[in-house]
Nanobody, 123 residues
Framework: QVQLVESGGGLVQAGGSLRLSCAAS????????MGWFRQAPGKERAFVAA????????YYSDSLKGRFTISRDNAKNTVYLQMNSLKPEDTAVYYC????????????????WGQGTQVTVSS
């Protein structure tokens, strides 16, 4: 079955960096577009970034552009999210997701989800 497993979350001070990874199995990774979302306590799951199946196209939430970078390594079946200049408001559970619908921003357009990794940014 399809599995998406996120890792790399943790506790970091404001201004610091983290790199999240999402390892995929049970699917032909290079035929899926991938996305990152996040969900803060009491809030809806929100789009962060997405990347096309060959990595040629990326798209970011306007509020995060310039601080976060999405990338992928199809040889390793892994998608990454590099997060720099982290702020306390970036605190959330971060999820990766897979779709064949293209570079998408809505949760309903993704077929598979990981279990999430917690990112906590202290002030």
């Amino acid at each position: 079955q399809v599995q998406l497993v996120e890792s790399g979350g943790g506790l970091v001070q404001a201004g610091g960096s983290l790199r999240l990874s999402c390892a995929a199995s049970g699917l032909t990774f290079s035929t899926y577009d991938m996305g990152w979302f996040r969900q803060a306590p009491g809030k809806e799951r929100a789009f962060v970034a997405a990347i096309s199946r060959m990595g040629t196209n990326t798209y970011y939430s306007d509020s995060l552009k310039g601080r976060f970078t999405i990338s992928r390594d199809n040889a390793k079946n892994t998608v990454y999210l590099q997060m720099n200049s982290l702020k306390p408001e970036d605190t959330a559970v971060y999820y990766c997701a897979a779709t064949r619908a293209g570079v998408r921003t809505r949760t309903s357009e993704y077929a598979y989800w990981g279990q999430g990794t917690q990112v906590t940014v202290s002030s």
